[in-house]
Nanobody, 124 residues
Framework: QVQLVESGGGLVQTGGSLRLSCATS????????MGWFRQASGKEREMVSL????????YYGAFVKGRFTISRDNVKNTVYLQMNSLKPEDTAIYFC?????????????????WGQGTQVTVSS
């Protein structure tokens, strides 16, 4: 069973950047499709970005609009989310998740393993 630990969140001004990391352990990282999700206060959890097991298929939520980049390092067992041009509406808790389902898609229910989340706050 894989464990996930996010880091890299924090407080940043509008237009700033953050790089989130999700370190995994306890499983074979290269067997897992990985995703970043976020949940703002009072809102449902939504998909931010997904990557398949080797990073050859990547998806982003419509709101990303070229500002974020997901990547994974199958040697370091880590997935990253580089976030640029941050906006106040990006304020949320960001979670990474892992799925060993072949095509998990964007539904959070398809992901069996979750980190504890890292807070991202973008001030205006």
């Amino acid at each position: 069973q894989v464990q996930l630990v996010e880091s890299g969140g924090g407080l940043v001004q509008t237009g700033g950047s953050l790089r989130l990391s999700c370190a995994t352990s306890g499983g074979t990282f290269s067997n897992y499709n990985m995703g970043w999700f976020r949940q703002a206060s009072g809102k449902e959890r939504e998909m931010v970005s997904l990557t398949n097991v080797d990073g050859t298929s990547i998806y982003y939520g419509a709101f990303v609009k070229g500002r974020f980049t997901i990547s994974r390092d199958n040697v370091k067992n880590t997935v990253y989310l580089q976030m640029n041009s941050l906006k106040p509406e990006d304020t949320a808790i960001y979670f990474c998740a892992a799925s060993d389902v072949a095509l998990p898609g964007a539904l959070s229910s398809a992901y069996d393993y979750w980190g504890q989340g890292t807070q991202v706050t973008v001030s205006s």
